[in-house]
């Protein structure tokens, strides 16, 4: 970790200017969602901030901690899983090519799953948006030759220092080579190791602003970052442009563009998925998302509404990780 959680604190007097939101918050909110289970109820901001400092902390160590297990897919594509988000890799004679980079602490565990690999280098490393647990490893890839690619706004948001109000805290950008030198804005097309690589920013926002889909064209394997979380709640990033209509379209349109027989690597969950899996997300997100704007449009309020179980249908499947229940029905209400 080049800029530490302490180091970022002791610079948030003097930063008071930066408003954008942070890089981490993906991480700083679901420790939100923690927080609130935890405590059986709201906590201020800056009681959670508090709180967010310890277990960001944990989040860290337990990363340093975990192996990362290896799933060989097909075509030389496999995926990483234990270290933030899953991480897709294609091996052959142009290099190995990372799609994102997980958390910093993992590299040694990552770099033990890349020799199993075989010997290529790392050549290339896509970042499917910008946030840390997908960016964190970036400058460590990049200082071992992996070039960085990926859609303006990942670039745009890694090259702020980021304020978080709501949590009186100022993140830092990475060091410059963990930033992206190559963007794009809706589409990019690469072609390494004899596959047709397919770079597509989703329409609009979906999780954040900056999503992108990374298609291996022979392979008929897609990673769709964090517009899929399978078999648990998603997270949704209002403070950079998503929403849960976002989430929808581009569920919608991640079924338009793939098979039965494609494989769907998620952001988050079980690293392998397909198709059903995905549909069932789909309808999951468009039920909730009819029971919260039902509640809102009779006036009832975030904690109202969160008070009236919305999800209860769904909880016992897809309220077991980090973005509880009643978290994920306030991101709801927040976009309806
Ligand atoms: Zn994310």
């Known amino acids: 970790m080049p800029a530490t ?24 909110c679901c420790v939100g969602g923690a927080a609130f289970t935890a405590a059986g109820g709201w906590l201020t901001p800056r009681q959670a901030f508090a709180e967010a400092r310890g277990i960001v902390s944990l989040i860290k160590d337990s990363a340093a901690a975990s192996p990362i297990v290896t799933h060989r897919l097909r075509n030389n594509v496999s995926v990483f899983e ?16 990372l799609i994102d980079a997980g958390i910093g602490v993992s590299r040694p565990q990552i770099t033990k ?7 290529d280098p790392v050549t290339h490393l896509i970042n499917t948006h910008w946030h840390f647990d997908h960016t964190d490893g970036n400058a460590w890839l990049n200082a071992v030759g992996a070039k960085i690619v990926a859609q303006e706004n990942t670039r745009r948001h890694l090259s702020e220092v980021q304020r978080v109000e709501d949590w009186d805290y ?3 950008p990475p060091p410059s080579g963990g930033i992206p030198s190559e963007v794009f804005a809706s589409e990019h097309r690469l072609k390494l190791n004899g596959i047709s690589i397919g770079l597509k ?29 399978n078999g648990i709640y998603p997270f949704i990033d209002h403070s950079t ?17 793939t098979t039965d027989t494609t494989i769907i690597i998620p952001g988050h969950g079980h690293p392998v998925s397909n198709r059903a899996e995905l549909e069932e997300f789909r309808d999951m997100l468009v039920a ?12 009832r309020s975030r904690d109202e509404t969160v008070a009236a179980k919305p999800t ?14 009643g978290f994920f029905t306030r991101l709801v209400y927040e976009g309806v």
């Open 5 to 28: 959680l302490e180091d970022a604190t002791a610079t948030t007097k003097v930063e008071t200017k930066v408003e954008r939101l942070s890089r981490r918050q993906f991480c700083l």
């Open 82 to 97: 234990g270290s933030g988000g899953n991480i897709g890799v294609l091996t052959g004679p142009d290099g190995k090519v």
């Open 113 to 119: 799953a890349l020799a199993g690999l075989g010997r």
């Open 170 to 172: 100022n993140f830092l």
């Open 201 to 229: 920013k989703y329409d609009g926002g979906a999780h954040t602003d900056s999503d992108i889909s990374v298609t291996f064209g022979e392979a008929d394997i897609v990673h769709v970052a964090d517009t899929f979380w």
């Open 241 to 257: 442009g998503g929403s849960i209509d976002g989430m929808i379209a581009a569920s919608d349109a991640n079924l338009a563009a």
């Open 288 to 299: 909730i998302r009819e029971n919260v704007a039902a509640l809102k449009k009779q006036g």
């Open 312 to 325: 209860a249908a769904f909880d016992a499947k897809w309220g077991n990780f980090v973005i509880d229940p």
